[in-house]
C-alpha cells in the first residue's frame, strides 16, 4: 500500500513552490529590466540618428519612411504629438498636420466628381502639383500617416482597399461586398456596363442594377449614354486611369 506524505511532506512541496514562484519572478523582473534598459539604448540611439540625419528625414521621403519603421519597433511614435522631443527636433508633426490640412482641401474639391473616394495614387500626384515647391518630398506613405490622423474628424477619412488599389473615403458612405466587386471589376478601363456586371460577376439583373444605381445616388459613379451600342456605361473617378477629369489646376 502506497503511503501518503505527511504534513512535514506537504510543508516541504509548499516552501519548494513558493521559492520557485520567487525565483520565477526574480527572472521575469531581470528580464523585463534587460528589455527596458535595451530599449532605453535603442531609444537614446534613434535620438543620435534623427540628429544625424535631420535633413534626410525631412527631405527624403524613402528615408522617411523608414525611419517610421525604425520607431515603430521600438514604440516611438513621432507623430503621436506636435510638441516634445521629435517635433522640435525633425519638425515632422507641423509636416503631416500641413498635409492632412491640404487632403482634406483636396478631398472636398474633388468631391464633386468621385463621390468622396479617390485613389491614393492620384491624391498623393495632386498633393505634388499643389506643393509646386517641393514636388518629390510628398509620397503615399506620407499620405497614409497623415490620413491615419485625420480619424479623429471622424466622417469618413480612411483608406480602403479595393483589388489592387488603395482608395482614400472622405464621406461616411458604406460600401459593400457588392459595391466593391463593381470597383474591382471597373478598375481595368474606368467603367463597367450592366451586362458586363452580370457575365464577369455571375449576377443577376436586378441584383447588378440595384448595386449600380446605389453607387450612382452616392455620387461614386457617372453615367455616359454617348455609345453607338447603345449600352450605358457607369464610370468610376476613383478607380479610372488618372487623367485631366480629376486633375484640378486651381488646387
Known sequence: MRRRPGIGGLQTAAAARDQYKKL???VAKIRTDMMKEQLSTFRSQLEDFARKH???I???PAFRSQFHEMCAKVGVDPLASNKGFWAELLGIGDFYYELGVQIVDICLATRPLNGGLINLQELSQLLRQRRKSDRGV?????????ISKLKVLGSGFEVISVGKKKLVRSVPTELNKDHNEILELAQGQGFVTVDEVEKRLSWILGRAIDALDTL???????IDDGHKDGKRRYWFPCVSPISSLTRIDSL
Open 138 to 146: 510628398v509620397s503615399e506613405d506620407d499620405c497614409l500617416r497623415a
Open 24 to 26: 520565477g519572478e526574480n
Open 216 to 222: 450612382l445616388d452616392e455620387g461614386l459613379a457617372m
Open 58 to 60: 525631412r527631405k527624403n
Open 54 to 56: 535631420k535633413n534626410d
